[in-house]
């Protein structure tokens, strides 16, 4: 493993440095980042600065150049990723569009498919969501009730969706549907199709997050509408296609990491500026003892990460030692948001008007919850390195 960057890799860097500087909304380097609380603004900011990405070429660097992206090495990416956080830049908001629909729409849909969405993934012009969870079916996707009917020359879909990430705001959902029985093997006869958001017969209701804020909803259809061009792959083999979304996630989990770095900088930076009796509390030896121990634990985790990206790039895809990433980053950072809220004492009871200090440490905490559980709970990630990273037996559960 190096971890020294190339000459090419230091140009890219600087590259993408200089047009940050030039591009990020105004004010943004200064420390003026404030995203409006109404959310068609919100969507607004946000979807302008996907379009200033796909103009200056950087909305997908991972992307082959022919369908607008940079053909990006899987260390260029990562060096997205650092210089991002380093800026603090504004959210993706069409994240699952730009990691998770494009690259699959390039690997397995039709010209026609990619004709039709790709362009407009980049530009930020269709958000995207997925829909995959319903109320019986998270972990085990193989639970999924929503089924899809072929009526006619078209596809008639019912059913509930379950804590659809950015649902309130997408024009299109990567949908998991079931479309015929198979008792034996419950992973077969699932169809994934590209639902069109916006028709009469689907409605989406926000869901509320402890920490106040709205990212996820519930998503209900009655009778929407689908066709055969909106079918990625082919009917009744969306499990394959799942499969092959997931192998497209490369870099995401390392993006968490340098936000968590971040993190520590910033509890540093915190435990520097609150006072007990006058003094701060970084020269609080139990404090200093916690924040030797966090670093400890952030800079393992990242060259912990290092080296599981090393295996990703011989082997040419991440294997099942990213559970371990996922795992570590989501619940350091749940403990770090903690430590953070327990330096500033009776300051960090209080949230949003009533805060008399940043109450970004309590959103963060209170988040951080989540985190745990999208994308794979904290036990399931478990399972998976126990049996697939380790060699165990089993879950005797299953
Ligand atoms: C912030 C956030 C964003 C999300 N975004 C999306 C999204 O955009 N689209 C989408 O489709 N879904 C989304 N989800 C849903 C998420 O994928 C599911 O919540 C997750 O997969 C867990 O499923 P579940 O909630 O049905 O829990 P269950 O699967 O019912 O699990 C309940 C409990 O049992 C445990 N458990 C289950 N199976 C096992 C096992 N085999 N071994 C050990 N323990 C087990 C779990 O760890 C958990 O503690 C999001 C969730 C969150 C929190």
Redesign the pocket.
């Given at each position: 493993m190096d971890f020294s960057f190339t000459k090419k890799e230091e140009k890219f860097r600087t590259e993408l440095r200089t047009w940050l500087e030039a591009n990020l909304p105004e004010g943004w380097l200064e420390g003026k980042r404030d995203l409006p609380e109404d959310l068609d603004e919100y969507s607004r900011v946000l979807r302008a600065w996907q379009h200033t990405l796909y103009e200056g070429g950087w909305a997908a660097i991972a992307w082959p150049k022919e369908y607008g992206g940079r053909g990006a090495s899987l260390m260029e990416e990562i060096i997205y990723h650092q210089e991002m956080v380093r800026v603090k830049a504004p959210p993706l908001i069409n994240y699952?569009g730009i990691h998770m629909v494009g690259p699959t729409l390039i690997d397995i849909g039709t010209d026609e498919q990619k004709e039709r969405y790709l362009k407009k993934i980049l530009t930020g012009e269709e958000i995207w969501?997925?829909?995959?969870?319903?109320?019986?079916?998270?972990?085990?996707?193989t639970g999924l009730k929503t089924r899809a009917v072929k009526d006619g020359d078209h596809w008639l879909i019912n059913g509930q969706?379950?804590?659809?990430?950015?649902?309130h705001v997408a024009d299109k959902c990567f949908l998991?549907t079931r479309t015929s029985t198979h008792p034996e093997k419950k992973h077969r006869g699932i169809t994934v199709f590209m639902m069109d958001m916006h028709q009469p017969g689907v409605e989406t209701l926000p869901i509320v997050?402890m920490d106040g804020h709205s990212?996820?909803n519930e998503v209900y259809m009655t009778d929407a509408v689908a066709t055969d061009a909106d079918i990625v792959g082919q009917v009744d083999s969306g499990w394959h296609v799942l499969i092959a979304l997931m192998l497209h996630e490369r870099t995401g989990i390392g993006a968490e990491l340098f936000t968590l770095e971040k993190q520590f900088n910033d509890t540093v930076e915190l435990a520097q500026q609150y006072k007990v009796n006058g003094k701060p509390l970084i020269e609080n030896p139990a404090i200093r003892q916690k924040l030797a121990s966090f670093y400890a634990r952030v800079r393992g985790s990242l060259l912990n990460y290092y080296k599981n990206l090393t295996t990703t790039i011989k082997n040419g895809q991440p294997g099942a030692e990213t559970s371990i990433d996922k795992l570590v980053v989501t619940e350091l950072n749940q403990a770090l948001s903690a430590f953070a809220v327990e330096i500033q004492g009776h300051q960090g009871v209080l949230v949003d008007k009533d805060a008399v200090a940043d109450p970004k440490w309590q959103h963060l905490f209170l988040?951080s919850?989540?985190?745990t559980?999208?994308?794979?709970?904290?036990?399931?990630q478990?399972?998976t390195i126990g049996e697939r990273v380790l060699g165990l037996p089993k879950?005797m559960?299953?």
């Open positions: 699952i969501c997925q829909g995959y969870s319903e109320p019986g079916a998270g972990s085990d996707l969706k379950v804590w659809t990430s950015f649902g998991l997050q990212e996820f988040a919850f989540g985190q559980i999208g994308g794979g709970t904290s036990e399931v478990r399972n879950d559960g299953r």
